[in-house]
């Protein structure tokens, strides 16, 4: 079974803080996705990232940066915590497209973190 | 572009009677079409996938949704609702270029006794 794990299920942090949200995957997955979930609006992609040291923005990458060191392990960072920053992220990876019209693809998501920032 | 429109943000049904959650995509081409299931304080769970393999395609938990080209809907149903069905569900659309997906707003689907 495909695993994804994060680093922490609930975390508390003052505005201002940088924050550290960790990854990590076990199937050798080349793509992995951060996403914020806010009630009402769905899960909203950050960032993305399809190779080591790759990344991709996006819909909402403001105040998020992101390090892919390693194919394993992708880290979701955000630079200055502020209180709007405060939601539930959570972490999926992938196998790449295969193309062709049958081709199967799933997502497969973390637990998630739900950051507070105070 | 891709996006997805769940039509009903809350659905609500009595045990045993059946389920109907609404969705519609937008795509420039034949798209790939996902329902998730979110049960609280839980993870994401894959329900079901159409690749463009059958129009009708079976889920887990005795869910299905049919793929209608012609109406752009891809509808997620399930003939009996039990309690345990009771959770977020998010259709979702993904992308033919590195395969990002696009999800809905999500459907809270609450089951009476």
């Known amino acids: 079974d495909v695993k994804v794990t994060q680093s922490s299920r609930y975390l508390v942090k003052r505005t201002g803080e940088k924050v550290f949200l960790e990854c990590v995957q076990d199937?050798?997955?080349?793509?992995m996705f951060w996403y914020r979930q806010d009630p009402g609006l769905g899960l909203r992609l950050i960032y993305f990232?399809?190779?080591?040291?790759?990344?991709e923005k996006g819909d909402i990458p403001e105040g998020y940066s992101v390090s892919r060191e390693k194919k394993e392990r992708f880290s979701l960072i955000l630079e200055s915590a502020s209180t709007n920053q405060t939601s539930m992220y959570l972490c999926?990876?992938?196998?790449?497209?295969?193309?062709?019209?049958?081709?199967?693809?799933?997502?497969?998501f973390g637990p998630g973190t739900r950051l507070t920032v105070t | 572009a891709q996006s997805v429109t769940q039509l009903d943000s809350h659905v609500s049904v009595s045990e045993g009677t059946p389920v109907l959650l609404r969705c519609n995509y937008s795509?420039?081409?034949?798209?790939?079409l996902f329902w998730y299931v979110q049960h609280p304080n839980k993870g994401l769970q894959l329900l079901l996938k159409?690749?463009?393999?059958?129009?009708l395609v079976k889920g887990i938990n005795g869910f299905e949704a049919e793929f209608k080209k012609s109406e752009t809907s891809f509808h997620l149903t399930k003939p009996s609702a039990h309690m345990s069905d009771a959770a977020e569900y998010f259709c979702?659309?993904?992308?033919?270029?590195?395969?990002?997906?696009?999800f809905g707003r999500g459907t809270q689907l609450t089951v009476w006794p």
């Open positions: 999926a990876s992938s196998l790449p497209l295969a193309g062709g019209p049958v081709s199967i693809y799933e997502q497969y």
């Open positions: 199937m050798d997955h080349e793509n």
């Open positions: 990232s399809y190779d080591v040291k790759m990344k």
């Open positions: 795509s420039s081409y034949s798209p790939s």
């Open positions: 159409y690749t463009s393999a059958a129009t």
């Open positions: 979702v659309v993904r992308s033919s270029t590195l395969g990002r997906l696009y």
